[in-house]
């Protein structure tokens, strides 16, 4: 596609329940990462993926989070029970290849209540 | 480690003024690379700017200029004749070679008011 395109825009889950956010990236870029981003926050650093494998998942709070991305192109962010404290933007970006500057989604907004 | 510090958390100036957002990281690594992004009030992270840690010449694209200053380990932006659609929030980032994450600052809120 034309940019990174994430879905839902939007996402209101109750506090304990399983959540999955989308990422689609722009066609052909091999890299893929997720942020995080909360209210008055700089993004802070999820996962990244080169192809397939999770080239770094150091960023990932807990293992409640887990990412996949099984054909190389969509990616799938999982939160299992899901706490207030994971509300925030979810944000994905994507790049051609590692080291090059990353085209950003519009993000997931999520609210855990 | 890491990291990047945004001292401003929120500038308001008259439109048409010229502003200057400051921006100061930590590296220990001799190569690395210097960002800017911009987040209007839609939400989506622009890309402004990369530079690498050997090229210190100061960069200048129509209203936006960067210095880059390695001896204070600064990489400021000014915006020369702001308008209002420069309100946003800006944010600098820094990502080591060899590393692929990008650590992002807490951001400066701008506002270009009319």
């Known amino acids: 596609g034309a940019g990174v395109s994430q879905t839902p825009s939007n996402k209101v889950t109750e506090k304990g329940k399983y959540v999955e956010l989308r990422c689609d990236p722009i066609?052909?870029?091999?890299?893929l990462y997720w942020y995080r981003q909360s209210l008055g926050q700089g993004p802070e650093f999820l996962i990244y993926?080169?192809?397939?494998?999770?080239?770094?998942d150091s960023g990932l709070p807990n293992d409640r989070f887990f990412a996949v991305r099984p054909e190389g192109s969509v990616s799938t962010l999982k939160i299992q029970r899901t706490e207030r404290g994971d509300s925030a933007v979810y944000l994905c970006a994507s790049s051609f290849n590692r080291g090059q500057g990353y085209t950003f989604g519009s993000g997931t907004r999520l609210t855990v209540v | 480690a890491q990291k990047v510090t945004q001292a401003q958390t929120e500038i308001s100036v008259v439109e048409k003024e010229d502003v200057t957002l400051d921006c100061v990281y930590e590296t220990r690594d001799t190569t690395y690379y210097l960002f800017w992004y911009k987040q209007p009030p839609s939400g989506e992270l622009v890309f402004l700017i990369r530079?690498?840690?050997?090229?210190?010449q100061n960069e200048i694209s129509g209203r936006y200029s960067w210095n880059f200053q390695k001896s204070t380990s600064s990489f400021n932006f000014t915006i020369t004749a702001s308008q209002v659609v420069d309100s946003a929030v800006y944010f600098c980032?820094?990502?080591?070679?060899?590393?692929?994450?990008?650590?992002f600052g807490k951001g400066t809120r701008l506002h270009i008011l009319p």
């Open positions: 993926f080169q192809g397939t494998g999770a080239a770094d």
């Open positions: 530079r690498n840690s050997f090229d210190e």
């Open positions: 066609s052909g870029h091999t890299a």
């Open positions: 980032a820094l990502s080591e070679a060899g590393d692929d994450k990008i650590i």
